[in-house]
């Protein structure tokens, strides 16, 4: 078992890396910063004696290098004037494509969820927020709005939508609703710049509470929600967590996608718009089939159980967080 000073240095080590690429000015910068990045994240899935952990961090590490190697040679091919100067469009289009199989965007998806099936809630948390980020940084910098990049956000919502009604492990389908809010990330990044920093800010804190629930309880599958010891505090917040998760208003999971759909009706961008909320309400409806599943558990608990202190303080903690949509509303209207 790796020791806790060793995971906290690769920690930093992946949270400085990511800072690296965001604030270099040049790609060689960026590249090296994702290079680090990698090296430290794959020390921090891996455990001793799980064969299941070996091979997500061999899978991991082969699809970030691949998409590295690919990255790195189109830049030096630019760089020394191999591409025609005028033909900037081909290589945007080979970067844009690097850093979707870095972030596992259909159709380089397939890693992604066998992945978060094998790793802990606490990696699922990073490779689902932190690990995006860089490579979401470097898109929104390369992107434009036009034909191809409006079909991978359509791809990315739908397939993500979709993928995700044929599994009960629920890692996988946090995985493929991932899938489906990178499509709502890149589909504001493509409107406005910083619009998709507000959504991945608001999309991490509603994932790490969620997350942190799970793994407290060790619920990995649908069927295992069964837990006759839950409160019904407790329930509430998993359902509340739940429905906050596929978006529903008045819960904070609404914001972000309230945010892109106004802009995108300003920027008159309809028939995208029209897909990505039809894949949206598929994804509810897994988030809404777990919920159906607490609901149906009896419980052996009274009704509003005084809990332990901690506990409980987390849980209402979670309460609020998902309820603050009404409060950010009114701060808009401030601002």
Not at 96 to 101: A, E, G, P, Q, R
Not at 201 to 225: A, D, E, R, V
Not at 262 to 269: A, F, G, L, Q, V
Not at 282 to 292: K, N
């Amino acid at each position: 078992m790796m020791k806790t000073s060793s995971k906290m240095l690769f920690m930093m080590m992946t949270i400085i890396s990511t800072i690296i690429v965001i604030s270099s000015s040049n790609w060689l910068n960026m590249w090296m910063g994702m290079e680090i990045n990698l090296m430290s994240f794959i020390p921090l899935t891996f455990k001793s004696k799980n064969n299941f952990l070996s091979q997500s961090s061999m899978m991991y590490f082969l699809i970030q290098s691949m998409a590295s190697t690919i990255f790195i040679i189109i830049i030096l091919m630019y760089k020394y004037m191999f591409f025609n100067m005028n033909n900037t469009s081909i290589v945007k289009i080979i970067i844009m494509i690097t850093m979707m199989m870095k972030m596992g965007m259909p159709p380089f998806h397939m890693w992604f969820p066998e992945m978060m099936s094998k790793i802990s809630w606490n990696m699922c948390v990073m490779l689902m927020t932190w690990q995006k980020i860089a490579p979401m940084y470097i898109l929104s910098l390369i992107m434009e709005n036009n034909k191809l990049m409006m079909m991978m956000i359509m791809l990315s919502t739908i397939m993500g939508a979709i993928l995700g009604l044929n599994h009960t492990s629920i890692r996988k389908i946090m995985a493929y609703s991932s899938i489906n809010h990178v499509g709502w990330m890149m589909a504001a990044a493509m409107i406005n710049k910083k619009l998709w920093m507000m959504y991945m800010m608001l999309y991490s804190l509603m994932i790490i509470p969620m997350c942190m629930n799970l793994s407290k309880y060790n619920i990995m599958y649908i069927n295992q929600f069964n837990i006759k010891s839950l409160s019904m505090t407790e329930k509430l917040s998993f359902m509340i967590m739940m429905m906050s998760m596929g978006g529903l208003p008045p819960f904070i999971g609404f914001m972000p996608k309230w945010m892109t759909i106004e802009y995108m009706i300003i920027s008159n961008e309809m028939m995208m718009l029209t897909v990505m909320m039809l894949s949206s309400m598929v994804t509810l409806s897994y988030y809404m089939r777990m919920i159906s599943s607490i609901n149906m558990m009896a419980s052996n608990s009274q009704k509003w159980v005084i809990l332990n202190k901690m506990s409980k303080t987390s849980t209402t903690n979670m309460l609020y967080i998902n309820m603050m949509l009404p409060l950010f509303i009114l701060l808009m209207n401030f601002m």
